[in-house]
Structure formats: C-alpha cells, structure tokens
C-alpha cells in the first residue's frame, strides 16, 4: 500500500513538474513548436499562447493552445494562423523527464498557400532527416537542377514523416483547415478547404492518410500510404490519391441547346502520385497521374465522349528529364496512347529551377472512326517538338506533323504570353490529304458546327491537295475568343483548302455533289465552303454550276448555313430536284416534273441552320429559286391552255411563284408576267399577266370566225386574277368591221378595248367588254368558244358621234341571228358600203369572201337613221335573211323626214330572187344613201328579177320629180359645142329654165349583174325638156358611159314623134323628139365629162340616130 501510495505521489510530482512549473511548460512548448515546424520544414517559427490540461478519453494527458502563429522568415504576417492545437501526451514517459507525444490534433486553421510557395527550392538535408527544433540554413542560391528539385521534394516529405516516425505519434489530425491565397497564385484558381484529414501510423511504421476536402464546396476524397525503410529512413513507397472527383458538380455540361458553357465535364476526375525505391541504396522512381473516366467533354458548342482518359509522368532519381508513358487516351471514336518526354534545360546562371523546357510527344496506335464510312478506322502518326520557356513565358512550336494514310499536316508556331499583345500564331500546312483523313482528325473543338456539317455530309471521295490554316491571336485576343459567347476576328482565324474529287449531300432529300473541285476558306466564324465544277448524284443531265454553302453565327449562336446552288440542264430534272424536301417547290401547283420538257438552269438558295437541340421543322430557315428557261414545253395544258417554247426568267419563293417569260399559249406568241401563291398559308394575290404581240394570222387562228370585226394585228396584256383574265388590247393597226351595221375602223386609227374574260375549256365569256377609239366606243359583252363569236350583247354602241344603238348576236347551227335596236345610228359607213359591195365585180366579192358562208338572220328596229346630205330616215324596221355574199330575203320600212315611205323588198322567185323597192320621196331617199344629192320628191319604184351568179334585170320608174341646180342640165343648155357655134338655148332663140326642172315622168330598163349596172330605153321627160338615154350607169370601176338625146320644149316636140310613119323620120320615134341634140356623159361616176354633138342640132329627128355616139 506504501508502494502504490509512492508511486501515485511520483506520477503526481511529475506531472507537476510538467504543468505548473515554468521549466515543465517551458520543455512542453519548445518540444510542440519542434513537431509543428518540422512538419512545415525549415524557415518557420512557431508562436504558442498559453496552454491548457485536461485528461483524454484513454488516460492520457491533453495540452492545448487556442491560438497559434507560424511565421515565415521572409514574411510579415503569419502564413498559418491555428485556432486550436492539441497534443496527448503519455504519462509513463514523464516519470523519466521524456516527453512522448502519441497525437497531433489542428483545428480552425488557416493556411496561406501563397506565402507558402517557395520562390527556391528546398535545401536537401544532409542526413536525410530534419533536426527537431532548429531550422535548417538556407545556401545562397545557386542552379537549380531537375534532380535537385526532385530529390528536395522527397527530402521534404521523409523529414515531414521522420519527425511523425521519430515522435512516436500515432495520429495527426486536422480539421476545418482554410486553405487560402489561391486567388493570387491563379485568379481562376477555386476555393479550398480540408474538412478533415487522418494520418495515422502502425506498429510497422506505416503511414494512411484518410480524409476529406472541399473545393468549391465539393467534397474530395484523399487517401494515401507512405511506408520508410526500417534502417535509413528513407521512403521506400508511397501512394497518394485525390479523388475520384465528379466534374458534374462542378462544371456539369448543358443541355444540348445550351452551348454557352467554356469548359465543362461530367466525368470523373483522378489524381494520384507514387513513389517507389525497389532496395535501400536503390534510385526511386516518381510517378504521377491524371484520369479521366467516362462522360462528356464540352468546350463551348463542341462536344466529345470520354471513354477513358490518362495521362501518366514518371521520373527516376538522377534522370534529367520526365517521361510521359503509359497514357491510354479514349474518345468517341478516336483512341491513342501518347508517349514523349518533358526535358528541362539547364538552370539559369543566377540560380533557382530550369525555366526552360523541351517537350517531344508521340502517338502510338492513333486511330480514329470518326465521319468514316467502312468499318477500318484511319490511322496515323504524331509527333510534337515544342519548346516551353517560363522565364521568356513564351512557348515555341518547332514541329507538328501528322501522317495519315496518305498525306501530312505539317505546323510551326509560337505563344508569347509576357504581355497582353504577345502573339499567339500558328501556321499548319496540308499536302496530299484524303477527306477521310480530314474527316477522322478534324479537332472537335475547332469550327465544332461546320466540322458537324462535314462530317455528316461529306463522303470519304476525293481528298485536299493543299490547305493552310493560320492562327494570328495576342494573348488578350485569344482569351477572348475563347469564350463561348465569342468567335474569332477573321484575321484571327483563317483556313484555306482546295477539295478534288470529293462528295457531299446538302439539306434533306436534295442530291448529292460528285466529283467536286472547290475549295473550303474559313475566316474568323465564318466558313465557304466552294464548288467550281461537280457532277449531280442521280442527275446526269444536269450540270452544277459554280456554288457554295457559306457557314455563319447568329446572335443566338447557332450556326446559319446559306447554300447558294446553280444548276443547269434538263428541266424536268430541275423540276424533280425543286419538289424534293425541304423545298417542295411545285407543292399545291397543278403539274409535275413529267409534264414538262426543255432546258432550263436555276441557282437556288437555301437557308437553315445546324446545331444541337434545333428541331427538324426549325431547321429550315427560308429558300428561294431563281429560274432562267431556254425553251421549255409543258406537256399537259395548264388551266386548259397549251404552253410551250418559254423562254425568260423567274424566281420561286415558299409563298410566291413571279416570273417574266416569253413563249405560246396554244400557237400565240405572248409574254408572261407571272404572280402566283404557293402553300396554304400564302397571303400573296394571284396575278398573271400576258403579254400579246399578234399579227392578224395569230389573231384568226386563236379566235377563228372573228375575221369579220376583227383583221389585223394586235397588242396588249392578258392580267389573270381570281380565275379572271383582265384584258386590255391596242387595236391601232387593227381593223374592225361590225359588217351588220356597215361600220369599219381602218388601220393607224387609235382604238382600245378591255375586257374580263371568264371560263374554262373552249368557252369563254368577254364580260364588261369596253371598245374605245376616235369617235366611237362599244359596251356589252361577248361569248366565244373554239368555233368563234357565240354571242353577243352590247347594250351601248356609239359606232359615230351621235349613235345610240344597241346590238344582240349568237350564234345559231347555221350563223348567226342579229338584234339591232336603238333611237339613232349614223349609217353613212352602210350605205357607203352597200355602195362598194354594188360597184364591186362579182368574181372579186367571190374571192374576198369565199369562206364567210354563215347564214345571217338580222332585223333592225332604229328610231332614227341619219345618211348623206344631212338626210335621216324614221322608224327603220328591217328584217334579213341569208349571208354576207347573198341575200336570201330582205324586207324594211322606213319614212323620210316629210313624211314618206320607204319600202325594200327582197325575195325568193322560184330559182331566181325579186328586189323591188318603193319610195314616196325618192329625191330623199337618194340623198339620203349619197347617190344622188339634185333631185326633190318623185315617187318611184325600183324592180329586179334574178341572181347573184346569173345577174338582174327589171324597171325603174319615177313620177312627179324635181332636179335642182344640176350642172350637167345646165351644160347641156347652155354650153356651145365648140368655139363659134351657138348653145342650144341660143339655137332656139329663148331661154331654158334648168335651176329647178320638173319632170313628170322616168323610166328605164336595168341590167345589173358583174359588178355593172346598165339602162336602156332610158326615158326622161317633162314640161320644158326631156332626154332618152342608155348605156353604163355604173361599172366595176365607178365609171359612167351613158349616151342620149336632149330635146327642149318635150311637150311639143313628142307630138311629131307620135305621128305613124312619119314620127319615125320626125321625131326619132315615139319617144325621139324632132328637136334637140344628142350627148355622151363618161368618166368617173361622181363627176363624168360631158360632150355634145353640134351637127345633131338641125339634123332631121329619123337621121339623128347617125350621128348618135
């Protein structure tokens, strides 16, 4: 009991001794500040405040210190600021004044990481080992060597686990430890922290680390294990890991539209670090790695897989240099395993680290699927010699050379990242290449949207002779370009690439291009990609013409691709490209590629845009086709119109069709001016205007049967709107003719007409039909079909100045039946054609109208007809039948302004045809037509038997009529025959009346027939004078031949002619007279030459006849 009581007095005086005297406290804290430097290593001091006792959970003694400082001899604040450390001490130890120390505990420490950088190496201890308690000297500084640094980094960590192994402690703990000054050694550096970290030791002298960190927030997992040679000391293998980290949570990758991320992955990260020494004495070998494990990579918009990524550096002690070995990298479709080796240059002179590095790196086994379309990979060969200078900060490339299967891509270039304006440029030089070897080594990340397009469309035909690329940045121009919401200047970033023999398809079911040579010319963000001669997959009549899809970014950052495609050769095939999606050309049109045939060319422009995420009816942006025709023919009529021979251009929108084309419609020359919507949803009005440029055939052969009102050439326009054609024709140089009415328009006289023409097939109708011209216009409308004028109506007809007539037609089995209505119509035009028509031989009328056989059913109702000489005749009825060679039968009643009648009479007579005509006022009547203007009153009548082939013979007779002022009357009165011989006034000594001569009684007989009319027995006769006559009252050519006798004073003068026998000798018969003269009337009808025989003045009345002409 004394002993335990002893012994227990012993422990207490110990502990005493350690805690409460200044000695004891003394020894505590300068063996703690010992433990804390040596794990730190030389250079820092360690500032205590005072401690605290208490007893742990296993017996053992607690010493702690709430605040602690570890200065650095270079620094004027502390780098690691310690809110609570503790040590366990053991308590059997302090009976023999030694101090044991089983653990370690830090919490609440911050550790400035940037005052803790060494800007020189770490001095290499002597023994291997660092002195508890003293600080290791530094020499002056001196170069720096690749082994030294290494050998100092492992120095470092065997004093760091010595002082662990040398103390005899168990544990070391940290715990909420603030790792901060990043942000000064990298801005982009993240926040981190060591939630808790565990180092523990076993018997065997083996160190595991186990803990946690935080970086960014994001929990880390560490581990490690660290084993010392039982004799020296020194590590003999080390394994220390960071991670798995999934790079999710700390730069996930976006959705697939959202491409605005700079660098993001969802793989997870590994890195770890060894150490191996084979035997004591033996060199070590470092290792170091970083992989990656499966995921997505994402550089802005472009995306790759990861399979599996790694990246592994070695050293062994002595080397003067790092190998990179054993680096297996994976990606979506492309695998290599890198090799090279990072060889430092020698130290500066002044002293510190190598600054200066050459790097050479090569694949083994580079192969890559990708854009291929057999199942072998292509294969290559790179090599990398670059040079890395971190005291110029400047990184050189000497050699990039890539060697597929056929071909190399050669690069030289440098990055000066000194200065914001150091340049960063790049040259690379292709020779040879195949565009499957373009395909499969195209860097993702470079032109991501266009080299997507590539890939996709391009075939493995055909190859790149020559192509550059240069990079020209600054530091500063490169960072920027670099960021997702940015693209780089054209100056920045150019590539330019001749393609021979290559292959792509375009957009939807367009065709492919074969064999094509062109080029690729990349600037900046925007890409061409040239075509200047290929060949049309499935096309072999068509011929491409220069092209190109040109590769631009929207504001939104997708990528807007604009092809502009020529085309040229056989119009059908055309056709069929245009339907083909997504353009669909001819959709909701009536007619297919097969309906039509010819040459043609087109340049066709298509808009759409490429990325992720971009829906498939989103892609389609706009199109547009340009057409240019070279006599093209449709086979099936459109709208029940044949076109053919078109010649022009046009151009086809996804709402509208325009076109300006010349060529047919049927066997008509027209031009077309073409407006017409495409797709249901199209708000453009369709409107089509023809152009027409006819001559009088084209005009007969479109509208046959019109000849009569229409003859001549004719210009216009055809505008078609709402399944209307809104025509409008000039009519200058054509001649019009309503032969009906007798009204003609001759050539050169300005004329107009418009009209809505409505139908389909060969029926049309000319509705709102308006024809103007110099004094005359025309309101109605008209129907017509393929035989000609089915009908008509026009409710307005002004064929003259004061016309007021109306007019209705259609066409009946055998011609047509005509309605003439109205209050006035000026009918000078008729009767002047009537006149004609009389005049004109019969064998010519034959020939003029030998193919206007139509029958004519006309009738006539006009309240007023005004003629010639100012005359107009009242209430005209008038009914026709027959045609326009010949008249079956005629009847009309008319009165003249005095109050008399007119008839006219035309009809059959067994094989022959009878015409009389009766007039109570003839002397009107015949002023009224324009034969005869001198002539009052008189009733008459007019008669003829017979037929148009065989001619006509009748009677005219006249009773109780006036000639007034007529001069041929008063010639024959009182002009001499000749010079020196007396007129017959002046022979019988008196006067003769002539200005207003009466006469009760004409008549004669009348042949007509071959365009003459003849008289004979041709009596006149009255009060004061009388004539006999016969002869050519009108020939063919408007000539007149008459010859007769004059004999003044009839009324005795007859008497002797009445007495038998004598009369004869007397009077020249019963009609002759035994006085008067004989004359000749000849020469044009309207003013013939007179001439008169003297000698018959005083001949005998039987001799007279002698001396008739």
Same mark, same amino acid.
Not at 281 to 287: E, T
């Given at each position: 009991m004394a002993a335990l009581a002893s012994f227990i007095l012993i422990v207490v005086l110990a502990v005493g001794f350690g805690l409460m005297t200044e000695t004891g406290q003394r020894l505590i804290a300068d063996?703690?500040?010992? +433990?804390?430097?040596?794990?730190?290593?030389?250079?820092?001091?360690?500032?205590?405040?005072?401690?605290? /006792?208490g007893?742990?959970?296993?017996?053992?003694?607690?010493?702690?210190?709430?605040?602690?400082?570890?200065?650095?001899?270079?620094?004027?604040?502390?780098?690691?600021?310690?809110?609570?450390?503790?040590?366990?001490?053991?308590?059997?130890?302090?009976?023999?004044?030694?101090?044991?120390?089983?653990?370690l505990d830090i919490r609440d420490a911050m550790i400035d990481i940037a005052a803790l950088t060494p800007n020189k190496a770490p001095p290499t201890p002597q023994t291997g080992e660092a002195t508890p308690g003293t600080l290791a000297s530094s020499e002056a500084a001196s170069p720096v060597s690749l082994p030294d640094i290494a050998d100092g980094l492992v120095a470092t960590l065997e004093r760091q686990t010595g002082v662990v192994d040398r103390l005899g402690l168990k544990n070391v703990s940290l715990e909420a430890v603030e790792l901060s000054g990043l942000d000064r050694i990298g801005s982009k550096l993240p926040s981190a922290r060591i939630d808790r970290l565990s180092i523990e030791r076993n018997p065997a002298g083996?160190?595991?680390?186990?803990?946690?960190?935080?970086?960014?927030?994001?929990?880390?997992?560490?581990?490690?294990?660290?084993?010392?040679?039982?004799?020296?000391?020194?590590?003999?293998? #080390?394994?220390?890991?960071?991670?798995?980290?999934?790079?999710?949570?700390?730069?996930?990758?976006?959705?697939?539209?959202?491409?605005?991320?700079?660098?993001?992955?969802?793989?997870?990260?590994?890195?770890?670090?060894?150490?191996?020494?084979?035997?004591?004495?033996?060199?070590?070998?470092?290792?170091?790695?970083?992989?990656?494990?499966?995921?997505? +990579?994402?550089?802005?918009?472009?995306?790759?897989?990861?399979?599996?990524?790694?990246?592994? *550096?070695?050293?062994?002690?002595?080397?003067?240099?790092?190998?990179?070995?054993?680096?297996?990298?994976?990606?979506?479709?492309?695998?290599?395993?890198? /090799?090279?080796?990072?060889?430092?240059?020698?130290?500066?002179?002044?002293?510190?680290?190598?600054?200066?590095?050459?790097?050479?790196?090569?694949?083994?086994?580079?192969?890559?699927?990708?854009?291929?379309?057999?199942?072998?990979?292509?294969?290559?060969?790179?090599?990398?010699?670059?040079?890395?200078?971190?005291?110029?900060?400047?990184? *050189?490339?000497?050699?990039?050379?890539?060697?597929?299967?056929?071909?190399?891509?050669?690069?030289?270039?440098?990055?000066?990242?000194?200065?914001?304006?150091?340049?960063?440029?790049? /040259?690379?030089?292709?020779?040879?290449l195949s565009t499957r070897s373009v395909k499969a080594f195209w860097p993702f990340l470079i032109s991501s949207s266009t080299r997507s397009w590539i890939l996709d469309h391009f075939a493995d035909d055909g190859g790149v002779p020559r192509a550059t690329i240069a990079l020209e940045f600054t530091k500063r121009s490169l960072a920027t370009a670099?960021?997702?919401?940015?693209?780089?200047?054209?100056?920045?970033?150019?590539?330019?690439?001749?393609?021979?023999?290559?292959?792509?398809?375009?957009?939807?079911? #367009?065709?492919?291009?074969?064999?094509?040579?062109?080029?690729?010319?990349?600037?900046?963000?925007?890409?061409?990609?040239?075509?200047?001669k290929a060949a049309l997959a499935e096309f072999p009549k068509v011929t491409v013409e220069p092209s190109s899809i040109l590769f631009t970014k929207e504001p939104d950052r997708s990528t807007r691709a604009d092809l502009q495609l020529g085309l040229h050769g056989d119009a059908r095939d055309l056709l069929t490209i245009a339907d083909r999606e997504p353009v669909n050309a001819l959709d909701q049109l009536d007619f297919t590629p097969a309906d039509v045939a010819g040459e043609a060319g087109t340049k066709?422009?298509?808009?759409?845009?490429?990325?992720?995420?971009?829906?498939?009816?989103?892609? +389609?942006?706009?199109?547009?086709?340009?057409?240019?025709?070279?006599?093209?023919?449709?086979?099936?009529?459109?709208?029940?119109?044949?076109?053919?021979?078109?010649?022009?251009?046009?151009?086809? *929108?996804?709402?509208?069709?325009t076109a300006e084309l010349s060529g047919k419609l049927g066997d008509l020359p027209v031009t077309y001016s073409i407006v017409r919507p495409v797709g249901r949803s199209s708000e453009v009005a369709e409107r089509l205007t023809i152009g027409l440029l006819l001559s009088a055939e084209d005009v007969e052969r479109a509208l046959p049967g019109l000849s009569p009102i229409a003859n001549g050439p004719v210009t216009?326009?055809?505008?078609?709107?709402?399944?209307?054609?809104?025509?409008?024709?000039?009519?200058?140089?054509?001649?019009?003719?309503?032969?009906?009415?007798?009204?003609?328009?001759?050539?050169?006289?300005?004329?107009?007409?418009?009209?809505? +023409?409505?139908?389909?097939?060969?029926?049309?109708?000319?509705?709102?039909?308006?024809?103007?011209?110099?004094?005359?216009?025309?309101?109605?409308?008209?129907?017509?079909?393929?035989?000609?004028?089915?009908?008509?109506?026009?409710?307005?007809?002004a064929l003259n100045q004061d016309d007021e007539i109306t007019l209705r037609l259609e066409r009946v089995s055998n011609g047509l039946t005509i309605r003439v209505g109205g209050k006035r119509f000026d009918a000078r035009s008729l009767l002047k054609d009537i006149r004609e028509d009389l005049s004109s031989d019969l064998s010519d009328k034959a020939k003029r109208k030998s193919d206007d056989n139509d029958q004519l059913d006309i009738e006539v109702s006009i309240d007023q007809v005004t003629g010639f000489n100012g005359l107009n005749l009242f209430g005209l009825a008038m009914n026709y039948a027959g045609s326009s060679q010949e008249i079956a039968a005629l009847s009309a009643v008319a009165r003249t302004a005095e109050g008399g009648k007119v008839t006219v009479d035309v009809s059959p007579r067994g094989g022959a045809q009878?015409?009389?005509?009766?007039?109570?006022?003839?002397?009107?009547?015949?002023?009224?037509?324009?034969?005869?203007?001198?002539?009052?009153?008189?009733?008459?009548?007019?008669?003829?038997?017979?037929?148009?082939?065989?001619?006509?013979?009748?009677?005219?007779?006249?009773?109780n009529f006036t000639l007034v002022d007529e001069p041929r009357l008063s010639s024959l009165v009182s002009t001499p025959p000749s010079e020196g011989e007396k007129s017959l006034a002046a022979a019988l000594g008196r006067d003769i009346p002539t200005a207003e001569a009466f006469f009760d009684q004409a008549s004669a007989n009348i042949t007509y027939g071959a365009g003459r009319v003849m008289v004979d027995d041709g009596i006149v006769r009255g009060p004061v004078f009388g004539s006999s006559f016969s002869g050519t009252l009108h020939d063919e050519k408007g000539r007149i031949d008459i010859a007769g006798s004059f004999m003044p004073a009839y009324g005795i003068n007859r008497v002797f002619g009445a007495i038998p026998f004598f009369g004869q000798i007397l009077g020249n018969g019963n009609e002759g007279g035994l006085i008067g003269i004989t004359y000749r009337l000849s020469g044009a009808f309207a003013s013939p030459d007179l001439s008169i025989n003297p000698i018959s003045v005083i001949a005998p009345g039987i001799f007279r006849r002698i001396f008739e002409y």
């Open positions: 063996r703690t500040e010992a +433990l804390v430097a040596g794990l730190l290593g030389p250079d820092y001091t360690v500032d205590l405040d005072d401690q605290h /006792v007893v742990g959970e296993h017996g053992n003694l607690l010493i702690s210190w709430s605040t602690v400082e570890v200065g650095a001899a270079d620094a004027a604040n502390p780098p690691v600021r310690i809110g609570g450390l503790a040590i366990a001490l053991k308590i059997w130890p302090l009976l023999t004044a030694d101090l044991a120390i089983e653990t083996v160190l595991r680390l186990a803990g946690v960190a935080q970086v960014d927030g994001i929990a880390v997992p560490l581990s490690g294990r660290l084993d010392r040679s039982n004799s020296g000391g020194a590590l003999r293998h #080390m394994d220390l890991a960071v991670g798995p980290l999934g790079l999710a949570k700390i730069a996930p990758p976006s959705t697939e539209p959202d491409d605005r991320r700079p660098l993001a992955s969802d793989a997870s990260l590994a890195i770890a670090a060894s150490l191996d020494r084979s035997a004591e004495g033996d060199p070590y070998r470092l290792s170091a790695s970083a992989t990656l494990g499966a995921g997505t +990579l994402q550089i802005g918009k472009a995306r790759t897989g990861i399979e599996r990524v790694r990246l592994g *550096l070695s050293y062994t002690e002595g080397d003067e240099k790092v190998v990179i070995a054993d680096s297996p990298m994976a990606f979506d479709a492309v695998s290599l395993n890198l /090799v090279g080796e990072v060889v430092p240059q020698a130290a500066p002179a002044e002293g510190g680290p190598p600054r200066a590095f050459d790097i050479h790196l090569k694949t083994r086994d580079l192969t890559s699927t990708v854009g291929q379309q057999g199942s072998e990979p292509e294969k290559a060969d790179l090599a990398i010699d670059a040079r890395l200078d971190l005291s110029r900060s400047e990184l *050189l490339l000497d050699r990039f050379e890539l060697r597929p299967s056929k071909g190399t891509l050669m690069a030289t270039g440098e990055a000066r990242f000194g200065r914001a304006d150091g340049p960063v440029r790049a /040259v690379f030089e292709g020779r040879d670099l960021d997702p919401e940015n693209d780089p200047g054209d100056d920045e970033l150019t590539l330019d690439a001749e393609v021979a023999g290559a292959a792509f398809s375009t957009l939807g079911e #367009m065709p492919a291009f074969t064999d094509v040579s062109g080029a690729i010319h990349l600037k900046g963000a925007t890409t061409v990609v040239s075509v200047d066709v422009a298509v808009t759409f845009l490429l990325g992720q995420g971009i829906d498939n009816k989103d892609r +389609l942006v706009d199109w547009k086709a340009a057409l240019d025709l070279h006599g093209v023919d449709f086979a099936k009529p459109i709208e029940g119109n044949r076109i053919s021979g078109l010649v022009g251009t046009g151009t086809v *929108l996804p709402d509208r069709i216009g326009s055809i505008v078609h709107e709402a399944a209307v054609d809104h025509v409008a024709l000039d009519l200058k140089e054509t001649e019009l003719g309503l032969p009906w009415v007798g009204w003609k328009k001759g050539r050169g006289i300005d004329a107009s007409v418009t009209f809505d +023409l409505v139908g389909e097939g060969e029926t049309h109708k000319l509705d709102r039909f308006a024809l103007k011209g110099a004094g005359f216009e025309l309101h109605g409308s008209m129907t017509i079909d393929d035989k000609g004028l089915r009908a008509g109506m026009f409710d307005r007809i009878s015409m009389t005509v009766t007039s109570q006022d003839t002397g009107a009547l015949l002023s009224f037509s324009g034969l005869y203007n001198r002539m009052r009153g008189g009733q008459g009548s007019f008669s003829l038997v017979g037929s148009r082939r065989g001619g006509y013979r009748g009677r005219v007779e006249l009773r």
